[in-house]
């Protein structure tokens, strides 16, 4: 069986990633992260920074600090007191994007990004139990609450609604909501999961495929889904049953299945983009994060059902290092391939650091177990 690449994983993380966007993904003329940086890592002069790569890049600094990076406790901080400055209107109310110097291009309330300032804070919190941040994501939980909940059921994804259902930001919501609940052993994180995880089994999830849009009767729009997502659901479910016991193992092994059997390319192993809801493939692009979701879906089974990840984790991880990776910057990656593997994009994405560092970290957080199983 192929070895997985513990030590590579731990290297890239701590020896090239952390260090890399420390001295490369943070503004220093402004303050806050860089939007993207070119191949070569300099600054592309983007004009503007999401709100919900701030938290990302806040998130990934804290994550680092708890995992001993001591660099990480005063990055993240930065990152965190540039949020609440530039980003905050109003208690629990944040801006979508910002100019380089701050100023707020678009005040518009998105699930998506209030997702994201909801797990940065409580990341924030659980390294350094600053009470500024327990507030900022119950307060963000509060206005989320009250002010986005749908008719019937489920949030709207803006203000003010449009009347479409969209999956991807629910997910991110659940997600933030477990690291909260975690973090801060307030109840209402978990009551608003568990509603969510609800959503996914009655609406979201068909038994089959995942939807990503749907009408104001919650009918599907279009046959496009993302083998992606399905992994993140898969993990998302796998954290939601080991903080409450409930099991949801069922519903993690079906939405995985689809994408294990229809998104992945058969030859090289990357996740596509988009099949449709036959499972022909509807783009055969495969970006890097796609492939973080499949290691954090496999590693979710794994802890769930006992599956043996070895075989998908030694793909992807190789695919991973041995394609998006090879011959860059170390810290950097091509984000963007074709169906054939010849790359396609040119700017790395700051947002992406997320997905490959919780990935990386929920492997090497299984690292001894996976080392323990036997030889097959």
């Not at 259902?165 to 659940?174: G, I, K, S, V």
């Not at 690291?179 to 089994?201: S, Y």
């Amino acid at each position: 069986m192929t070895q997985i690449p513990f030590d590579a994983v731990r290297n890239w993380m701590f020896g090239a990633a952390l260090p890399f966007w420390a001295e490369h993904g943070v503004d220093r003329a402004s303050g806050g992260f860089l939007e993207e940086l070119s191949a070569s890592g300099q600054d592309t002069g983007c004009a503007f920074t999401r709100v919900r790569v701030i938290c990302r890049q806040t998130y990934v600094f804290a994550h680092g600090a708890a995992l001993g990076w001591s660099r990480g406790e005063q990055l993240s901080a930065d990152g965190f007191a540039y949020l609440n400055k530039h980003a905050r209107l109003a208690p629990g109310q944040w801006a979508k994007r910002l100019s380089r110097d701050g100023t707020v291009l678009d005040a518009s309330a998105d699930l998506y990004d209030y997702a994201f300032v909801i797990l940065t804070a409580a990341w924030r919190f659980g390294i350094s139990a600053d009470a500024d941040a327990r507030d900022c994501a119950v307060a963000t939980l509060k206005f989320v609450r009250e002010h986005m909940r749908a008719p019937g059921e489920g949030f709207a994804h803006k203000l003010p609604h449009d009347g479409r259902y969209l999956q991807n930001p629910h997910m991110h919501l659940a997600e933030a909501c477990l690291v909260a609940f975690e973090a801060l052993a307030d109840e209402q994180f978990i009551e608003t999961a568990r509603e969510i995880i609800e959503l996914f089994a009655r609406r979201f999830f068909d038994g089959r495929t995942l939807g990503e849009t749907f009408a104001q009767d919650w009918t599907r729009t279009g046959t496009i889904v993302e083998p992606g997502h399905h992994f993140e659901w898969a993990w998302i479910l796998g954290e939601f049953q080991r903080l409450t016991g409930e099991d949801v193992s069922p519903l993690a092994v079906a939405v995985s299945d689809f994408a294990e059997r229809h998104g992945v390319n058969p030859l090289s192993g990357a996740v596509y983009d988009a099949v449709d809801v036959s499972g022909e493939v509807a783009r055969s692009t495969s970006r890097i994060w796609t492939s973080t979701e499949r290691l954090k879906g496999v590693l979710a089974l794994y802890e769930l059902t006992g599956k043996d990840p070895r075989p998908a984790l030694a793909q992807t991880l190789n695919l991973i290092f041995g394609r998006y990776m090879a011959g860059q910057i170390p810290g950097l990656w091509v984000d963007q391939f074709d169906g054939n593997g010849a790359p396609i994009s040119k700017a790395v994405p700051a947002s992406c650091v997320y997905h490959l560092f919780l990935a990386f970290a929920e492997l090497l957080r299984l690292e001894p177990r996976i080392r323990a199983l036997p030889i097959a």
